[in-house]
């Protein structure tokens, strides 16, 4: 499924400026896939350049920080699209991205665990996807009070991805 036949009715216009940056032309668990690519070219160039405590302002996450908030929402996201998937009519409340990395200490880390814990929800998460049929994929629940779909969320975490990617490519990699 490519996001050009996602219906807008089952996303909240917040997501919107993330699924601008979905490829309209990559399948959903293609573009899943791809992440992998794009994170480790990333990945080494940070590595290269030493940044990765490194924050471009003060009260700015560290590119540790960004990286935990990355695996934390894939896995939010990745656990709701599991309940809608099997009916679980529960309505997921939202989070904030900002308590969360107060509370997990990425910069006590070492960047390896963290990339290693990244790829292993990506790898997690594209198995995940693969794995829904079409019924699923199109499944509908609530989450932060808004209605959403599966394949939305699946959608969103690759906008999301993109989105961050920009950002330490213009912000932290410059």
């Known amino acids: 499924m490519k996001i050009d036949s996602l219906p807008r009715s089952e996303v909240a216009p917040f997501y919107n400026d993330y699924l601008t940056l979905v490829d309209a032309n990559t399948t959903l668990v293609e573009l899943l896939k791809n992440g992998l690519n794009d994170y480790n070219a990333i990945s080494e160039k940070i590595t290269k350049l030493n940044k990765q405590k490194f924050s471009y302002a003060d009260q700015k996450w560290s590119v540790q920080d960004l990286l935990l908030h990355l695996i934390d929402t894939e896995r939010i996201f990745c656990y709701r699209a599991l309940c809608i998937a099997r009916g679980d009519k529960t309505f997921f409340p939202g989070f904030d991205e900002n308590d969360y990395v107060i509370y ?66 213009s912000r932290y990699l410059f």
């Open 104 to 169: 997990a200490s990425a910069n006590n880390r070492s960047f390896e665990s963290l990339s290693d814990e990244f790829l292993a929800v990506r790898l997690a998460s594209v198995q995940l996807f693969k794995s829904f049929t079409a019924n699923q994929l199109a499944a509908l629940g609530t989450a932060s009070g808004k209605q959403i779909s599966v394949r939305a969320i699946g959608f969103i975490i690759t906008g999301h991805f993109n989105h961050h990617l920009n950002i330490l490519q």
